[in-house]
């Protein structure tokens, strides 16, 4: 059974920096897409940052506009945890924030962006909240 467990979220002031953790278990698939995501009551789920498990450069990961050049991808293969570094957090920032992954075809690039790319597994989010 697929599992995500992430943590690190909490309250930053303006311009404050966070980092948050996403440990997979259970994971059994060779290659997989993985991504960040944050959701807010009054906006629609948003996809911040995809990458390809087959990508070995974590600057192959794949960035929205509205967090390129503040946040940052990394990981942890050997303990198959999945890192998201924030920094210059503004208030519109806040959102609960989701990790995911699902499966894709080995040797596929190119495809892990969402949408179009359904994820198949989520972790149970953890909240970040930015004041002014």
């Known amino acids: 059974q697929v599992r995500l467990v992430e943590s690190g979220g909490g309250s930053v002031q303006t311009g404050g920096s966070l980092n948050l953790s996403c440990v997979a278990s259970?994971?059994?698939?060779?290659?997989?897409?993985m991504g960040w995501f944050r959701q807010t009551p009054e906006k629609e789920r948003e996809g911040i940052v995809f990458?390809?498990?087959?990508?070995?450069?974590?600057?192959?990961?794949i960035y929205a506009d509205s967090v390129k050049g503040r946040f940052t991808i990394s990981r942890d293969n050997d303990k198959d945890t999945l890192y998201l570094h924030m920094r210059s957090l503004k208030p519109d920032d806040t959102a609960i924030y989701y990790c995911?992954?699902?499966?894709?075809?080995?040797?596929?690039?190119?495809?892990?962006?969402?949408?179009?790319?359904?994820?198949?597994?989520w972790g149970q989010g953890t909240q970040v909240t930015v004041s002014a």
């Open positions: 995911a992954r699902g499966w894709k075809l080995e040797g596929i690039s190119g495809v892990c962006k969402s949408p179009p790319y359904k994820y198949n597994y």
């Open positions: 259970g994971w059994t698939y060779k290659a997989s897409c």
């Open positions: 990458i390809d498990s087959e990508v070995e450069d974590d600057d192959g990961a």
